[in-house]
């Protein structure tokens, strides 16, 4: 059944599944080793078999390519490295014709430096746009330029001060991200109207909703005060000046009224939110706040993460992770919509970062079972339905991405096979790695040579050497998404963990009315675990739904990853129990 068939008036995204495509490492079609439009238009028979409900497209509009096009240029264009606007419209057709939709990535709360409005308000102290971006004169004392003098003493995302000195006009401009990534003014009126407008004109072109790129950064204090700095460290945090502000609500809401309402379908709107909490998430998510449908929280991906944030490794892992899981979907239970997710563009593959690489395939599996049976909206981002794992880069020539060059050139400290080693477990490259298509050496991806290198360890890690193996990753991921648009209780049914003796048997249902409830069970660990007395309060009859591994003894004894579904046996169901 399509999207389009489904029962008027129950939201049509409520029991999606969407699909992120990083155009540059998805499908290249001309050989210059970059992926693009075209390539994506000619795969997309692998969304169609996957079951996929919504392609996300990560940017696509002209970009410096920085930040791999997080830093737009053009907000109404394409980049020609990706194609043009002619075959934007043809890949929009070509999804909606399949009965599925289109959301594109809105990236606000910065713009390239190359972008028209920056050149403008660059351009001197009473250019009409000047207070479209954040200028600030030296600190008091201070000459511009030297150490010390910037307005004030913020760390940015990608290591160093969040603020560049501009020498023409003697003032510092921020940026919380790279230095090409000047940040927008949103208390400037002018500001949300040109924002708006581009939103509608996207809209009116025929796309299906927004993934709002840090959205919970659109305001700022004004007054931009200098943040509290950690022990051993020289810049300080400024996030209370900036990160999930009150007035986000109201930016947000107003987003809504100028942008989403007297449309015709419901516009999809997920807001992307950097340490977003669960009270938070719920006020943007209710629907009756009229701001999002749903946000990407951070917390689980977090799990792993040191007190100095993500390239200082903690001791936490996958249990953590899922404890973070469960109370956000009890946080959000009666009010507001989670976004479930294990990786995007930004994160290492899941497999490689809770799995056992000994057990690959038993561990991609059982992570996607216990994520796709939550409560929420589940993301699968590009190679995670094969199992792609991390990538191995030899030395620093290998690497591309921003933050972690940046975090190199940083790490004052670190030896550098102590620095390279964190990046290879936490660097981004390790998800941008060329979609692996099949088992030939440029992996079905380019017939040029790609950005950034293909994962060299990948047997058996293709779309062409699982597409017909019904154990494969593929296959799971397939079912897992039937099963969501088959049965009512993946969508609405009530989360409900059952606390367990074993720290790595996860055990939850989801019930409905009547009775009517599934169970999940899940081994997350390499060992043999012993159900037993766990199952004492999931009452009832069950039987098996779906499993990751040859169906076995599961209501005693799980094996390593083993991953189950069941449905509650209902008497008088059938008139036989
Ligand atoms: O990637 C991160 C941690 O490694 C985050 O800090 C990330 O930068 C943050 O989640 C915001 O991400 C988004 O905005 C960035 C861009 O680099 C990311 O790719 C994007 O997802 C700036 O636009």
């Not at 155009?23 to 079609?29: H, L, N, Q």
């Not at 094969?386 to 790490?411: C, H, K, Q, W, Y």
């Not at 037993?532 to 009832?540: F, Q, R």
Request: charged residues 25%.
């Amino acid at each position: 059944m399509s999207l389009h068939d489904r029962v008027a008036g129950d939201p049509w995204w409520r029991n999606a599944v969407v699909y992120q495509v990083y155009p540059r490492s998805f499908a290249d079609s001309d050989g210059d080793g970059v992926g693009d439009l075209r390539g994506i238009i000619q795969r997309l028979d692998h969304l169609d078999d996957l079951g996929i409900d919504v392609l996300w497209l990560s940017p696509i509009y002209p970009s410096p390519q920085d930040d791999n096009g997080y830093d737009i240029s053009d907000y109404r264009g394409v980049d020609p490295v990706f194609g043009d606007l002619e075959t934007l419209d043809e890949l929009i057709a070509d999804v909606h014709r399949r009965g599925m939709r289109i959301v594109l990535d809105l990236v606000v709360n910065h713009t390239s430096d190359e972008h028209p409005w920056f050149e403008e308000s660059r351009s001197g102290l009473d250019s009409p746009k000047r207070d479209w971006y954040w200028w600030r004169p030296p600190r008091l004392g201070h000459r511009g330029g030297e150490p010390g003098a910037e307005p004030t003493n913020w760390e940015g995302f990608f290591s160093g001060s969040t603020w560049e000195f501009d020498e023409a006009s003697g003032e510092y401009f921020l940026h919380l991200f790279s230095r090409k990534q000047p940040d927008l003014n949103w208390e400037h009126p002018a500001v949300r109207s040109a924002v708006y407008d581009m939103m509608r004109w996207w809209l009116d072109r025929g796309i299906d909703g927004f993934r709002m790129d840090v959205i919970n950064l659109i305001s700022k204090d004004p007054a931009l005060p200098d943040g509290p700095v950690a022990p051993g460290r020289s810049l300080g945090d400024g996030s209370a000046a900036y990160l999930g502000r009150e007035r986000v609500h109201s930016l947000l809401r107003e987003m809504h009224r100028e942008v989403f309402t007297d449309r015709t379908e419901h516009i999809l709107t997920i807001g992307e939110m950097p340490g977003v909490r669960i009270d938070q998430a719920a006020d943007h998510t209710d629907p009756a706040s009229n701001e999002l449908d749903m946000v990407f929280q951070f917390e689980h991906v977090g799990a792993d993460h040191g007190p100095g944030g993500k390239w200082d490794l903690g001791s936490g892992g996958l249990r953590e992770a899922i404890d973070v899981l469960c109370r956000w979907q009890d946080g959000l239970a009666d009010r507001g919509w989670n976004s479930l997710y294990w990786n995007n563009h930004d994160q290492p593959r899941v497999v490689s970062r809770f799995g056992d690489p000994e057990r690959w395939r038993d561990s991609a599996t059982a992570l996607a079972t216990v994520l796709h049976l939550q409560r929420g909206t589940p993301f699968v981002y590009q190679g995670e339905e094969i199992g792609m794992t991390n990538t191995p880069f030899a030395s620093v020539d290998e690497l591309r991405d921003i933050e972690s060059l940046r975090f190199l050139d940083d790490a004052a400290g670190l030896s550098a096979a102590e620095a390279l080693g964190r990046v290879h477990r936490m660097g981004r490259d390790n998800a941008r790695t060329p979609m692996q298509w099949d088992a030939s050496p440029g992996a079905g991806f380019s017939s040029g040579t790609p950005w950034i290198g293909v994962t060299p360890d990948r047997a058996g890690i293709s779309v062409a050497e699982q597409r017909t193996d019904p154990t494969s990753v593929l296959a799971h991921y397939r079912r897992l998404i039937a099963l969501r648009h088959d049965e009512p209780l993946v969508t609405d049914g009530r989360f409900r963990r059952i606390t367990t003796d074993a720290p790595d048997l996860l055990v939850f249902t989801r019930e409905g009315e009547h009775d009517a409830a599934l169970l999940v069970i899940a081994n997350l660990s390499s060992e043999h675990i012993e159900v037993g007395e766990s199952l004492a309060t999931a009452e009832g009859d069950w039987e098996l739904v779906l499993s990751n591994l040859d169906p076995g003894d599961w209501m005693t004894r799980l094996r390593p990853w083993e991953a189950v579904v069941a449905r509650r046996v209902v008497a008088g169901d059938d008139g036989t129990t």
